[in-house]
């Protein structure tokens, strides 16, 4: 007796097939946001001392990264979403309460020194940040991040590409850049 409202195995097994990929899969024209203003300011501050704008070239903010990071948090990572506002929140108070001001209010050197002390009191939270930074400064721009594609271009990344002729593989000169995500997409 077969009864249609019942699922398959067939057909479970065919659509758990597509959850990783739905849920890994953000759209570069999608805007969702997880963050408040706020906290986006307090997240802009930290990653731009993470990874800061100098002679060499762009930083994380000017890579995009913090648009790839709220991007994730209301996406594919949201479920630590509240983990990861809570420590921005916790960093931002404890500038306020040592050093009198909000994180975005201080100069470098003292976020510098915030930021130094959150990395001792709560590694798991400063490494989480680092590692979703140096995701949206050097991860593929379909994501949000690596704006213009400023974070390959920092470490002369050409990007990927579906065939590479001999020309393509000396090893005396620096290959072109391409312009492409692995998505198909096509940046400027």
Known sequence: MSDSSQITRRTLIAT??????????????S???ALSAVQLRTLEAFIDRLIPRDELGPGAV???ALVYIDRVLAGPNAAEKNTFVQGL??????????LG?????LPAEKRDQVLTAAETE???FFNRVLRLTLEGMF?????????????WDLIRYPGPRPAVDAELQRMDAYPAPYRRSPHGTQYK
């Open 101 to 105: 001001a909000p994180l975005v209010e």
């Open 89 to 98: 929140e916790a960093v931002d108070a404890y500038a306020r309460r040592v």
């Open 139 to 151: 991860g593929d721009p379909f994501y949000g991040g690596n704006r213009n594609f400023v974070g």
């Open 62 to 64: 000017d890579a995009g």
């Open 122 to 124: 709560n590694a798991q």
């Open 16 to 29: 758990a097939a597509f959850v990783p990929l739905s849920a890994l899969t953000l759209s570069a024209k």
């Open 31 to 33: 805007t969702p946001t």
